[in-house]
C-alpha cells in the first residue's frame, strides 16, 4: 500500500466529508409491496421511490426477498441479502437503475412501444403500399 502523508490524508478527509454533505442518502429503506416501488427516506428529509420492475437486478425478486432491503454504507448503499444485490443511493436518485448495456436496452425496448398520430399515420401509409417488403432469400 502507498505511503500517505498529512497533507494527502486530510485532503482525502476533506473530500469525504464534502461528499457526505452534498449527495443524497439513505436513512430508512422500506418495500412497499401494494405499489411494487422501494420508499427511501433521505437525509434531507425528502422521500424517493422508485418501482423494482425498472432496477436490472430487481425486476424478477420475490416480495419477500424485495422487503428485506437494508440501508448501509453511512446511507449510500442499499443491500438486499437474499438477492445478493446492491445499489448505490445517488445513482439511483440519478435514474441509473443498471448496467450501461441494460439501461441501452431497456430504454430502447420502451421507446419502440411508444405510439404517436405521426407513427400510427405512416403504418397506415405503408400498409396501403402493400405492406412491408418480403426478404429475399
Known sequence: MADVDEAQFQAAEERGQTILASEPRAVAARYDNKT???????????VYAFP??????????SPEALAAVEVGGLGFNLHWPDLDVDLYVPALI????????????????????????????????????????????
Open 52 to 61: 423494482t420492475v425498472l432496477v436490472e437486478d430487481l425486476q424478477s425478486a
Open 94 to 137: 440519478a435514474g441509473i437503475f443498471g448496467t450501461k448495456a441494460w439501461m441501452g436496452r431497456e430504454l430502447a425496448r420502451r421507446a419502440g412501444k411508444v405510439t404517436s398520430e405521426a407513427k400510427a399515420a405512416a403504418a397506415r401509409a405503408n400498409g396501403a403500399k402493400g405492406g412491408r417488403p418480403r426478404k429475399a432469400i
Open 36 to 46: 411494487g416501488r422501494v420508499v427511501l427516506g433521505l437525509t434531507n428529509g425528502c
